[in-house]
């Protein structure tokens, strides 16, 4: 994701290769759904909702080592972790 502009379709695709490195993993994955409240039958419903596609990034973003590991593996700068998770919380912009 070097040198592109952050935009909603960038930030969903981000957030979802997260839940796919989150899959990869039965204990992290657990983690997120007892914090979250959300079951595997639900992930799979809500994976296109930009609030819970938020919610995966705050869990990497909580978890420095979780969120290196998830950098590292898929070459993603962990700005831009940063940039999706607002861009999809639909926080207003500082500019």
């Known amino acids: 994701m070097k040198d592109r502009r952050m935009t909603p379709d960038l930030a969903a695709t981000l957030a979802l290769n997260a ?14 759904m007892d914090l979250t409240g959300a079951g595997r039958e639900s992930l799979r419903e809500r994976a296109d909702e ?5 919610s995966v990034l705050d869990f990497l973003l909580t978890n420095e080592g979780l969120l290196l590991d998830f950098s590292s593996e898929t070459s993603t700068d962990v700005r831009a972790v940063h940039m999706a998770r607002h861009i999809l919380s639909g926080e207003p912009s500082d500019a």
């Open 19 to 32: 839940l796919a490195f989150l899959a990869a993993s039965e204990d992290a994955m657990q983690r997120f």
């Open 50 to 54: 930009p609030e819970f596609l938020a």
